[in-house]
């Protein structure tokens, strides 16, 4: 559907390889349908679900746009039938199906927010895929709370520094892996008690002496392979593991007798195909709970850098790079 037949750029994946794939072409602006918006994009967040779907790993859900991109911060230029909660010229940011690597993406109107008061559109760009996700699975799956001890893996990556200054916020002891001293540097910054430079030190081990051999309650992890026993490993009696994707391959040959010894629950997701209405009951929840923690300047989005929309294939080099401190972002206005 589309705005008057008016066009607009995208980068669009012309076939599935290398970050040279992606390609400025021109398509039909988008139109809002029932419960939808559609946002004049301003920034828009670069993430590892796009560098997947680039490399043909992770296709869109059914429906969805084919142009990666899975959040947006921006104006909004349309409102679908039903639509209450948004109106033509509000400053929203949103967590997109698709679409989010052009200068109009449509979006659940559900799963859109009012940028938080303080923070910039190129900030406000790398809200949403990150904290949707760490919200969903480290509180609501998980069960975090305050006083346990919790590790995430990765902890300068955009989930990592998301997940660090969210488990603070509410109280947890966090414990963070990262993988030079100036990304410690940076994750001590944000709040993190304990860092590990995973080059030099064996997380697990590091972490059972901190603890007195107890381990850490809760653990986000993005590594996968041989990871997920040596997560087992630092987890406590009774401790719970979040799997959001394996970087490192699938674990093999997998010792269950320590899962079952300690009572573990280890669990996974994906956030992308769940529908919009589980988004956007995520999404008054970040707006009651997470909103004021930005507004009191309590916690920040972390920019590493930013590029224009047609240097997309540098910013997914940039991320597979993984060089980078926090987000990524793509600014089109």
Not at 61 to 81: F, H, N, R, T, Y
Not at 210 to 220: N, Y
Request: charged share 20%; aromatic share 6%; proline share 4%.
């Amino acid at each position: 559907m589309s705005e008057n037949g008016a066009l607009m750029r995208v980068v669009a994946i012309s076939e599935a390889g290398a970050p040279e794939v992606l390609k400025v072409e021109e398509r039909v602006r988008p139109t809002a349908g029932a419960g939808e918006i559609v946002i004049e994009v301003h920034a828009a967040g670069v993430n590892r679900p796009d560098v997947m779907q680039r490399k043909g790993l992770y296709p869109a859900p059914k429906d969805a746009s084919d142009l990666p991109g899975l959040e947006v911060a921006g104006v909004v230029a349309a409102v679908g039938a039903g639509v209450s909660e948004h109106k033509v010229g509000d400053e929203v940011l949103a967590l997109a199906p698709g679409g989010g690597y052009a200068e109009y993406c449509v979006v659940p109107a559900s799963n859109a927010l009012p940028i938080p008061k303080g923070l910039s559109m190129i900030e406000a760009a790398g809200v949403a895929e990150t904290f949707f996700t760490v919200w969903s699975n480290v509180f609501d799956r998980l069960g975090l709370k305050a006083g346990e001890k919790f590790l995430v893996h990765g902890g300068s990556s955009g989930i990592g520094t998301t997940a660090i200054q969210l488990a603070k916020a509410f109280g947890a002891e966090v414990f963070t892996t990262v993988g030079s001293d100036d990304k410690a540097t940076a994750v001590r910054d944000l709040g993190a008690d304990h860092v590990i430079n995973y080059r030099t030190a064996v997380f697990e081990d590091v972490i059972l002496e901190v603890t007195g051999g107890k381990g850490v309650d809760v653990i986000l992890d993005m590594v996968g392979g041989d990871y997920v026993e040596r997560n087992w490993k630092a987890a406590a009696m009774d401790g719970r593991i979040g799997q959001l994707a394996t970087l490192n391959g699938i674990a093999q040959n997998v010792n269950f007798a320590r899962l079952m010894m300690k009572r573990l629950t280890h669990t996974g997701s994906t956030l992308r195909p769940r529908s919009a209405e589980f988004k956007g009951e995520i999404a008054k929840s970040l707006q009651e709970k997470v909103w004021p923690l930005f507004e009191q300047g309590r916690i920040k989005v972390l920019v590493d850098q930013v590029f224009p929309l047609e240097e997309a294939a540098a910013a997914h080099t940039l991320m597979e790079s993984s060089n980078h401190v926090g987000k990524i972002i793509l600014k089109l206005r």
